[in-house]
């Protein structure tokens, strides 16, 4: 089954302790992409990546590494979390950078982060 | 500028309406144009991709895009109480508006619900 794997699901931890938000998906994608879903504010982009070893900026990286080793896995890490990154997050892939209908992008199910 | 304005609702109509959803936007390199569809607890998922203007159906969903008047359209209809669900629009280009093809702007989201 197709699919993109965040872990962990929900998390609440304090400032300044390093986490990471793995992401993980099967369908050998070249298209990984992390945002942060907050009320009123939508969904924006954090970092993606367009293929392996090739990672840009979105438009709220501020905060926030990311690493794309392997094609499978695109790590979200928060080095020195804050209050202001509690927030839901999503992980995404697609075959390529924009989305068609016949190759959509792909969301987990997404990441409850809980910063105090 | 990147800016997408989208009417976060809530917008209620009763079952079997004609919904029609709307976002705008300032920047003209805007070439994809996409609505997602998010239920509650869950990623969103492409229902509509259009690339530049023109109209496309699929069921009994209807994309418009207008680059003229910068304005684009979802239109669902015989509405049904599982289309109750937030609306997303989503942008993407190339050239100079700041990100790339891989660098999606989305609105804030609309909140329909269709009652039975």
């Known amino acids: 089954e197709a699919q993109v794997t965040q872990n962990p699901r929900y998390l609440i931890t304090v400032t300044g302790k390093k986490l990471t938000v793995t992401c993980s998906q099967n369908m050998n994608h070249e298209y990984m992409s992390w945002y942060r879903q907050d009320p009123g504010l939508g969904l924006r982009q954090i970092y993606y990546?367009?293929?392996?070893?090739?990672?840009d900026k979105g438009d709220v990286p501020e905060g926030y590494k990311v690493s794309r080793k392997e094609k499978r896995n695109f790590p979200l890490i928060l080095e020195s979390p804050s209050p202001n990154q509690t927030s839901l997050y999503f992980c995404?892939?697609?075959?390529?950078?924009?989305?068609?209908?016949?190759?959509?992008?792909?969301f987990g199910d997404g990441t409850r982060l809980s910063i105090l | 500028q990147k800016e997408v304005e989208q009417d976060p609702g809530p917008l209620s109509v009763p079952e079997g309406a004609i919904v029609s959803l709307n976002c705008t936007y300032s920047n003209s390199a805007f070439q994809y144009f996409m609505w997602y569809r998010q239920y509650s607890r869950k990623g969103p998922e492409l229902l509509m991709y259009t690339y530049s203007s023109g109209n496309k159906e699929d069921g009994r969903f209807t994309a418009q895009v207008d680059k003229s008047s910068k304005y684009i359209s979802l239109f669902i209809r015989d509405s049904q109480p599982s289309d109750s669900a937030t609306y997303l629009c989503a942008m993407s280009g190339f050239g100079n508006y700041g990100g790339s093809q891989g660098n999606l702007i989305f609105g804030k989201g609309t909140k329909l619900s269709v009652k039975p």
């Open positions: 995404a892939s697609s075959p390529r950078g924009v989305p068609t209908k016949n190759q959509p992008q792909h």
């Open positions: 990546s367009m293929n392996v070893e090739v990672t």
